[in-house]
């Protein structure tokens, strides 16, 4: 398995910025040297259909920040995940502490959104993480270990092809001061633990190769090119996500460079 590097745009950039930056990238590609790397970009939701043929015949991959979880209806201002599935979106970030903050997310509408990402195979990106008052008050291993449950209550893992998990403690995304790689990496051991259990009570023992293959957890929070590599060169750290850092190409190209 590649490690994996996604870029979160978030409400970053206008529609023409988004577009021109995928472009940027798109055309600087084979000059990045990301063969061992499994990029995704998630631009917001207006640039995606054109970002989606900007990319189309690359190896950079289409990513969402959100989805609902509802197929199609009466959903005003909902973004459908059969839509999304349409437009080749492939991985989908849920429940990222911006949206569990300002639209009171909650782990059950997380939950329900997994089980419709998972129906429409695409991969979920389920963000989990503590803030700095949790932290504070040694909660932050307990904080992780229910999001992770209650985001996979009653789904079906038997069929899970695949999915990842990003470990953004709250506290420095945007921050510019990263958590130490090692300190992520034995998080990152946690929560892998935490899925082995999962899948151990619902009678599915994964070996190390079948996790591997299946699953992949990732660090988020304040990546740059200054601290990219220690992160990636965690054993249990399979990819980065990251937001700040990827909105200009600059700051792109120097964290691309710091990987290799
Ligand atoms: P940041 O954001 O890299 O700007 O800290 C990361 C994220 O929110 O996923």
């Excluded at 990222?96 to 059950?108: A, G, K, L, N, Y």
């Excluded at 509408?109 to 504070?136: A, D, S």
């Excluded at 009678?203 to 590599?229: A, M």
Aim: with cysteine; glycine share 6%; hydrophobic share 40%.
């Amino acid at each position: 398995m590649k490690k994996i590097l996604i870029l979160n745009w978030k409400m970053q950039l206008s529609v023409n910025d988004s577009c021109a930056l995928a472009e940027e990238i798109n055309n600087e590609f084979d000059n990045l040297n990301l063969d061992k790397i499994e990029l995704g970009i998630c631009p917001d939701f207006l640039s995606m259909h054109k970002i989606s043929k900007i990319i189309k015949a690359s190896n950079i991959k289409l990513g969402s920040q959100d989805a609902f979880w509802y197929e199609k209806g009466a959903y005003t201002g909902e973004i459908s995940p059969v839509f999304l599935k349409e437009l080749g979106v492939e991985f989908v970030i849920l429940g990222h502490s911006e949206r569990r903050t300002h639209m009171q997310e909650s782990d059950i509408f997380i939950n329900k959104k997994m089980k419709t990402v998972l129906e429409n195979n695409m991969v979920p990106i389920l963000c989990v993480g503590e803030n700095f008052e949790e932290r504070q008050n040694n909660q932050k291993d307990l904080v992780i270990i229910n999001q992770v449950k209650n985001a996979l209550n009653n789904i079906d893992l038997e069929n899970l092809k695949r999915l990842i998990i990003a470990y953004e403690p709250i506290w420095v995304i945007g921050s510019g001061q990263a958590i130490e790689s090692n300190e992520a990496q034995e998080t990152n051991v946690i929560i892998k633990q935490t899925l082995l259990d999962i899948f151990y009570e619902k009678g599915i023992e994964l070996n190390d190769e079948n996790f591997k293959n299946k699953i992949q957890i990732l660090y988020g929070g304040s990546v740059d090119s200054t601290n990219v590599s220690n992160f990636l060169n965690e054993e249990d750290i399979d990819g980065v996500l990251v937001g700040g850092a990827g909105v200009k190409f600059e700051t792109f190209c120097s964290l691309t460079k710091a990987i290799n």
